[in-house]
């Protein structure tokens, strides 16, 4: 039997722009730092988007001084208000939201199989042998 990893060529894009790297760094990458970066471009607040993922605010900055190293790029401005996107980070929302869905679908269970709730339609056949 042959399982065959099906991403469409959209995602695969994706995963290279959002990675504008050497293989070096994708090696390295953590799929905790892209939920960082997540929870931070959805919060625009360290200590909310650490409270998001269950971290300290010290844990949540330590994840942003990594990404910052990561991009070459400082992601992030402080403010009065919060942190805002530098373009670089507005720039890897979108891809980062495509791949981290297609991590969760890659890593989720499928459901059991319940005959009663099939929708599909069989035809079942008898050919007699003579």
């Known amino acids: 039997m042959v399982f065959r ?8 894009k994706s995963m290279v722009v959002m990675i504008d790297m050497n293989h070096e760094n994708i090696v390295g990458l953590e799929v905790s730092l892209l939920l960082a970066l997540d929870a931070l471009l ?9 409270q998001r993922l269950g971290l300290t ?8 001084r990594r990404l910052r190293e990561l991009f070459g ?20 929302a979108e891809p980062l ?7 969760e679908r890659l890593t989720a269970r ?21």
């Open 57 to 64: 605010q010290s844990a949540m900055s330590h994840a942003l």
């Open 42 to 50: 959805r919060e625009r607040q360290v200590t909310r988007a650490a």
């Open 97 to 103: 939201a495509r791949v981290l869905a297609e991590l």
């Open 110 to 130: 499928p459901a059991a199989f319940d005959p009663a709730t099939l929708t599909r339609r069989l035809a079942l056949r008898s050919e007699e042998r003579r």
């Open 5 to 12: 990893l099906s991403l469409s060529l959209s995602v695969i």
């Open 73 to 92: 790029d400082p992601l992030f401005v402080r403010t009065p208000r919060g942190v805002l996107p530098t373009p670089r980070a507005a720039q890897l």
